[in-house]
């Protein structure tokens, strides 16, 4: 037996994606399939504290962000700072 307010995930996600229209709440990232959202890991969240039960969309990149996040090493600056060169010979200004 399920816990009190414990959602079948699966479940949801198969009725959920009949309609083909939900997206991912943080990221706007389109539900694929239910097949597909299913195994890739999307959940089904309900909203406490509202009037009426909402529920949201939440993608696996925005499930597990630090799990998906890609970590660009540091590097640094080749950029040298400009030196002030004198002016080239030439004519005298008037």
């Known amino acids: 037996m399920e ?12 009725a959920i994606c009949r309609y083909g229209k939900g ?3 943080h990221c706007d990232r389109k539900l694929p399939r239910a ?9 089904v969240q309900r909203v406490e ?11 696996p ?4 962000p630090r799990e998906t ?6 590097m640094e600056s080749r950029h040298r700072p400009k030196r002030h060169r004198a002016p ?3 004519p005298e200004p008037a």
């Open 35 to 43: 097949e597909r959202a299913i195994r890739d890991g999307w959940d």
């Open 23 to 25: 997206r991912c709440w």
């Open 3 to 14: 816990e009190e307010g414990a959602m079948d995930v699966p479940a949801a996600l198969k």
């Open 88 to 90: 080239l010979p030439g």
């Open 69 to 74: 996040a890609v970590e660009l090493p540091v």
């Open 49 to 59: 504290g509202q009037a009426v039960a909402n529920i949201i969309l939440v993608c």
């Open 61 to 64: 990149a925005c499930l597990h």
